[in-house]
């Protein structure tokens, strides 16, 4: 139950109906609790009524939906809550990661321009970590497993190598782009479709 309750699993709108954040059902009732925001009620035939939190602990709990106990019965856990004032689309910069950083470099050796397969590549810190190279955007590249091999512990420059070009963080993008509906919640996707 505590998993439940602290796991991300409520789509956050903005008051203009766009994906912005996911939050968990704790932060998500404490929102509806003090009014800034709104849990919709997605029904069977699609419909989506915005409810308000004195109406919504009220709803009955269907099979398909995830609810939590309280001293009065079981609550509903919304799956998608709108907020009541909050209108822009925040700009995010992907998370480091190896998969961002692929994308970043279109899965393509920084040195050589080679198209790499999946497992083909890894990532090379320009400046070797040996050196103080730190792991963040700026300073890792995708590289073909041969090449970053040879370049080993030295530089491009010592090693003989030349990027294609330098590495730098992606720029921010709307948030909504880099959501994920990674527990599969089928009431999320009317709101996560490009």
């Known amino acids: 139950m505590n998993t439940l309750i602290n796991n991300p699993i409520v789509l956050v709108l903005n008051r203009n109906w766009q994906a912005i954040n996911v939050r968990t059902p704790a932060e998500a009732f404490c929102q509806m609790a003090t009014d800034v925001a709104t849990a919709l009620d997605i029904r069977e035939d699609e419909s989506m009524i915005p409810t308000k939190w004195e109406d919504w602990k009220h709803l009955p709990v ?9 001293a009065h019965g079981p609550v509903r856990v919304p799956t ?44 090379d ?33 010592e090693a003989g190598l030349r990027l294609i070009s330098p590495p730098a963080a992606p720029r921010e993008l709307p948030a909504t782009l880099l959501l994920r509906n990674v527990h599969g919640i089928p009431d999320w996707e009317p709101f996560l479709r490009s």
């Open 62 to 70: 269907r099979e398909r939906d995830f609810s939590v106990g309280t």
């Open 80 to 123: 998608v809550v709108v907020l009541s004032r909050f209108a822009k689309v925040p700009m995010k910069r992907p998370k480091f990661n190896a998969r961002n950083l692929w994308e970043r470099d279109g899965g393509r050796c920084q040195y050589t321009g080679r198209p790499l397969r999946p497992g083909e590549g890894n990532i």
């Open 125 to 157: 810190h320009v400046v070797p970590r040996s050196r103080g190279g730190e792991t963040s955007w700026e300073n890792c590249v995708i590289a073909a497993r041969e090449v970053n091999s040879r370049k080993a512990n030295r530089t491009p420059e």
